[in-house]
């Protein structure tokens, strides 16, 4: 697909439905992808971006604004889930408990689950709370890619080295895989590069069915 058809495709995106618990995960037989990644990383944002909708996901300066699993869908083709972030240090213990029983009931049960999107802020790097989401991916035998986010603040150099290091820590992961996307919301930075994995992981299925 060239990137025009891209846009008119991923701009048929709506939202499908929020979960607060797996009674309420939607039932669907279809390839799905999530964002995952720490409090303000800039998921809402980078689903908006992918999908250029301004406020398709609701976004916030913030912290740990979006609690619950917000499920959209692309045209009955893919779809795409915004999870609550995670490592926000001033979340009450009960809340983090709650994120932890909602993530791990997530990825064990999502057996349409192709990718897991783990956004890291590019001027911060992989942090621990990155690392148990990575562990936990392992064991489920769920199969992540990381991306880079807000490239727009860090200079080309710096940029570099994160990117070097994201791919030294995460190499040890038989779940991770080997490239590291970059992003800029903001600035639409590396949304085509993501549109291309997101046809990818389409074209994968749509071939598995024919044969
Ligand atoms: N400079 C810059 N800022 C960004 C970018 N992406 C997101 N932001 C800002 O970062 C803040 C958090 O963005 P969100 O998209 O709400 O982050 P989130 O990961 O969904 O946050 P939670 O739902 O709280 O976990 C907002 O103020 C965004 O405007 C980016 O690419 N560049
Ligand atoms: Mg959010």
Same mark, same amino acid.
């Given at each position: 697909m060239n990137e025009n058809k891209n846009l008119i495709f991923y701009q048929?995106?709506?939202?499908y439905t929020a979960a607060a618990? %797996?009674?309420?995960?939607p039932h669907i037989n279809l390839p799905e992808v999530c964002f995952a990644g720490?409090?303000?990383?800039g998921k809402s944002s980078l689903i908006n971006s992918i999908c250029s909708k301004r406020s398709l996901a609701r976004t916030s300066n913030?912290?740990?604004?979006?609690q619950l699993i917000h499920f959209y869908n692309i045209k009955n083709k893919l779809f795409l889930s915004d999870l609550p972030g995670y490592?926000? #240090? =001033?979340?009450?213990k009960s809340k983090r408990f709650e994120w932890i029983k909602l993530m791990e009931n997530y990825f064990k049960n999502r057996?349409?689950?192709?990718r897991v999107f783990i956004l890291i802020d590019a001027r911060r790097g992989i942090k621990n709370s990155d690392h148990e989401l990575m562990d936990l991916l392992n064991v489920v035998a769920v199969n992540f890619q990381c991306i880079l986010t807000k %490239?727009?603040? %860090?200079?080309s150099t710096a940029l570099r080295e994160v990117t070097a290091s994201t791919l030294s820590q995460t190499? =040890?992961? #038989?779940?991770?895989?080997p490239e590291i996307l970059q992003s800029s919301s903001n600035k639409k930075i590396g949304i085509d590069k993501i549109h291309e994995c997101l046809n990818l992981i389409l074209n994968i299925n749509d071939n598995s069915k024919k044969e």
């Open positions: 048929q995106a709506e939202h618990d %797996i009674s309420q995960f720490r409090s303000n990383v913030t912290p740990g604004r979006t490592g926000y #240090a =001033k979340a009450p057996s349409n689950l192709s %490239i727009d603040k %860090i200079s190499e =040890k992961y #038989a779940a991770s895989f």
